[in-house]
């Protein structure tokens, strides 16, 4: 009876051939443990690398190049998701490797921000924007308006007087 049991734990050949094959793909994993550190440690600040070129993005809006710069969306938006992917890639393969106990790869828990960053990013804008009138409202939206220039707008442009005679609550 124990015989019958060790000979079903025995692998048949295709199978035992990939578990040769997957212990050769982890030894080559671990000859590439640097690679990942200097990935991770790549990869760290591509939110913010993002958000930078959006607000880049919303100036050239304001600057009336609109046209212009929803022509570049695709290849904007390309770019986006490759670093997105990269990134999450990155964390995978760095936790897998520092599960296989290679303390010299970096936390790659240090990339959770600029994934959540990323992702939040595309949902805020990326996803929404689809059309050039899309990419206005959204610039409009996130147009940077520092507190003195509203207070120097302000006095300029009071809200009428009917406003003020106003008693419903319109919010």
């Known amino acids: 009876m124990a015989e019958d049991l060790l000979l079903e734990l025995e692998p048949a050949a295709p199978v035992a051939g990939s578990f040769e094959s997957i212990e050769d793909l982890e030894r080559e994993a671990l000859r590439y443990a640097e690679q990942v550190g200097l990935?991770?440690?790549?990869?760290?600040?591509?939110?913010?690398?993002?958000?930078?070129?959006?607000?880049?993005?919303?100036?050239?809006?304001?600057?009336?190049?609109?046209?212009?710069?929803?022509?570049?969306?695709?290849?904007?938006?390309?770019?986006?998701?490759?670093?997105?992917?990269?990134?999450?890639?990155?964390?995978?393969?760095?936790?897998?490797?520092?599960?296989?106990?290679?303390?010299?790869?970096?936390?790659?828990?240090?990339?959770?921000?600029?994934?959540a960053g990323m992702e939040r990013l595309k949902t805020e804008v990326f996803d929404r924007w689809q059309t050039a009138d899309e990419l206005e409202e959204l610039a409009a939206r996130d147009y940077p308006l520092p507190t003195a220039d509203l207070d120097q707008i302000g006095p300029q442009r009071r809200p009428p007087a009917s406003y003020y005679a106003e008693e419903s609550k319109p919010f």
């Open 39 to 115: 990935a991770v440690a790549g990869m760290k600040g591509s939110a913010v690398t993002f958000e930078n070129i959006w607000r880049r993005i919303i100036i050239d809006v304001a600057k009336g190049q609109t046209t212009k710069i929803h022509a570049a969306r695709q290849r904007l938006l390309a770019a986006f998701e490759k670093r997105l992917n990269l990134l999450k890639h990155t964390h995978a393969l760095a936790k897998w490797l520092r599960e296989l106990d290679r303390a010299d790869v970096p936390d790659p828990d240090v990339l959770l921000p600029d994934i």
